[in-house]
């Protein structure tokens, strides 16, 4: 019968939003005091405000069903049928386990990439037993596990109580007095779901109304973020909108013969007879704000620090993105990985890319890893574009495995010399290392060469950027490692080599004081996720100097071949930085989790999201408050706006036309 039980299912309705409001509301409070980051308290409360709603959204999705279905028809009623009481108990626990169970994971995630919990956890599903092996030594899964269970018994018992306690009242409430209420309701929930008095909804777009992104963390919703981003789709590339800036790009790049949509570069060597061999090394999450080179007075890269003073030594060096999947298939292809929803190397139909590599044709090529290359795929990467790849991971060195991400650092340094001094000697080389190391749980080997840790106060490592002792430790190592390796390489049998050392990506900071020693852009603009050191060296070769100009981790492989005789084809978006043709210098960026791009310039930043909203244009070297001036200087903003357009465009488009079999065909 219609209406039935109305009253006891109303009541149970407001319990049920109410208890889950409340919730939300002090894992929202648990989330802001655990990871508390310095704002304002205008921005705090309304990042709580646009939280509400948020909550209140997931709420009414959650405890709807049960609201109405009971309404419209008492057989589905908890209070008129025994099969359906237990039927929305099981409901009300799965659903309330689950997004427990997501609240928590977003804690981890955050702790561990600085971002809400999105559809990019999934890529860690990819390969679950690293995967299950950092969670279990990087957390107290027990306590947990006791906290999971905890919260579902407060709510079972909660649900029962209140169950049994609404059933006890059998008065009847008057149909009309019913009907009105139930109409308030409906009124009431799609108000809360709209959550907006405006023409569109509530979108998850909103909670970036600050250029503090604690702030904006603080307003959203996990649950809702990570299922919306599931829903997304990578952006297809526009060629409308490519043809738009095709004139700036293809100036930007270089473009000699520009034929519609052509992008391809050939690039003759300008020397004869010079074959060094080239090492690219990965230094993982080797952030620039970390170092002594910021002003870092923890000092804890002093081989690093040292090694700038005898290299090139980039000191505007920016990677697009802050992951090493995207950092690998970005410094092999020349191309930014803007995939939203994965790493390009997830994806099956987009993995096969050209490469500069493969003009390198009289050169044997490798890759180390200490670990599995079956992490992010990037064995896909590699096997996949690089023609004669010989590629050395876990169980073919001699060193044993030390943790999830397999042997040290310190020992695969080791593992790629020896190796390196028993290959032939006829034909130059280029050889990848992938550092790991540095990377939760921040574990330290026993062999570890005479390193000794550092045991500060934790406030002391907070109040410039490590989370925690360990981490400032563990980058310690890396170091360590590095003046290890630096010390072996001055072996003669290096004497022909070009040494590339670069931080594989940026960190988010975590701590309340933001990056004391740098210039407030640096943590207001989200900048250290981008910024790393790079350095070229070979101190038989090459004369040390610092170059100043804007640097991209796409111009790694352009850059290196400049030393050498190999002519190649360039299809990316990186160019020889040694090029004076080139005027302009940028270094592109993307933000996924926040579905921003950005174009970095000498003195300025453009920030925008993709879909052309919320454009910004910010001077990261003024004194003053961080201030959108994108009114006060038009041209450059304009100029900013369509050359970040352009290469975001550009690289959509060769994302899926810079296909490598054509190019692996022409040399087999």
């Known amino acids: 019968m219609l209406f039935a039980d109305f009253k006891k299912v109303f009541r149970m309705f407001l319990f049920l939003v109410a208890a889950n409001v409340i919730f939300f509301t002090i894992m929202r409070v648990a989330f802001y005091i655990y990871n508390y980051e310095n704002s304002s308290f205008y921005n705090t409360i309304y990042a709580y405000y646009v939280g509400f709603k948020f909550d209140l959204r997931l709420t009414l999705f959650l405890n709807l069903p049960l609201f109405l279905l009971s309404v419209v028809y008492n057989k589905l009623s908890p209070f008129d049928n025994k099969y359906a009481r237990l039927f929305w108990l099981w409901y009300l626990v799965v659903v309330n386990f689950l997004v427990l169970i997501i609240f928590i994971i977003d804690f981890g995630f955050y702790d561990y990439l600085g971002n809400r919990l999105t559809a990019v956890v999934l890529r860690f599903f990819y390969n679950p037993e690293i995967s299950w092996g950092m969670v279990t030594s990087s957390y107290p899964f027990a306590i947990i596990l006791s906290i999971v269970f ?353 931080g594989d990506h940026g960190k988010r900071v975590h701590t309340p004081e933001g990056v004391p020693h740098m210039h407030k852009s640096a943590h207001g603009l989200g900048l250290t996720q981008y910024r790393v050191p790079m350095v070229i060296y070979a101190p038989k070769i090459i004369k040390p100097f610092v170059y100043k100009e804007v640097a991209s981790q796409v111009d790694i492989l352009p850059t290196l071949a400049s030393f050498t005789s190999v002519s190649y084809v360039n299809k990316g978006l990186g160019r020889n930085l040694f090029d004076n043709s080139f005027r302009d210098r940028y270094a592109f960026t993307l933000n996924y989790s926040a579905h921003e791009i950005g174009l970095m310039g000498k003195n300025f930043y453009f920030l925008a999201s993709i879909n052309g909203e919320k454009q910004r244009f910010y001077d990261i070297t003024s004194p003053g408050p961080l201030k959108d001036i994108k009114n006060l200087h038009p041209e450059k903003f304009t100029k900013f706006k369509q050359h970040c357009f352009g290469l975001y465009q550009f690289s959509k488009y060769m994302r899926v036309k810079n296909n490598a079999m054509k190019q692996r065909e022409k040399h087999e």
């Open 150 to 502: 905890f919260f579902l018994g407060l709510f079972l018992f909660g649900y029962r109580y209140v169950l049994e306690f609404i059933h006890r009242d059998d008065s009847q409430m008057p149909m009309k007095k019913s009907i009105a209420i139930f109409l308030g309701t409906l009124l009431f929930s799609f108000a809360g779901i709209y959550a907006k008095f405006s023409r569109y909804p509530l979108f998850w777009s909103d909670a970036y109304f600050s250029s503090n992104s604690f702030v904006s963390n603080t307003a959203l919703n996990p649950v809702l973020l990570f299922f919306e981003s599931c829903l997304r789709e990578d952006p297809d590339y526009d060629e409308n909108e490519l043809q738009k800036n095709y004139e700036v790009v293809s100036e930007y790049l270089g473009v000699k013969d520009k034929k519609d949509l052509n992008f391809t570069r050939s690039v003759t060597a300008n020397t004869q007879n010079r074959y060094p061999n080239l090492v690219i090394v990965f230094m993982e999450s080797l952030a620039f704000h970390f170092t002594s080179l910021s002003g870092n007075p923890l000092r804890p890269t002093p081989n690093f620090d040292a090694l700038t003073k005898k290299s090139i030594y980039f000191e505007r060096f920016y990677t697009p993105h802050r992951n090493t999947a995207r950092s690998i298939f970005t410094t092999i292809t020349g191309l930014p990985d803007i995939g939203m929803v994965r790493s390009t190397s997830r994806n099956p139909m987009l993995v096969k890319q050209h490469t500069i590599l493969n003009d390198f044709h009289n050169y044997n090529k490798y890759y180390f890893v200490g670990g599995s290359a079956n992490w992010g795929n990037i064995r896909g990467i590699l096997a996949n574009n690089i023609k004669d790849l010989q590629l050395y991971e876990e169980h073919m060195y001699e060193s044993p495995n030390f943790d999830v991400w397999g042997i040290s650092d310190l020992h695969l340094f080791e593992e790629f010399i020896k190796t390196i001094k028993r290959k032939s000697a006829d034909k130059p080389f280029v050889a990848f290392i992938q550092t790991a190391g540095n990377h939760s749980p921040f574990r330290i080997p026993p062999d570890n060469r005479g390193f000794v840790k550092k045991d500060l106060p934790t406030d002391e490592v907070r109040r410039y950027c490590f989370r925690r002792v360990k981490e400032y430790n563990s980058l310690r190592f890396l170091d360590h490692s590095l003046g290890v390796f630096l010390q072996q390489i001055e072996d003669p049998f290096f004497d022909n080599t070009i040494f590339c050392f670069f």
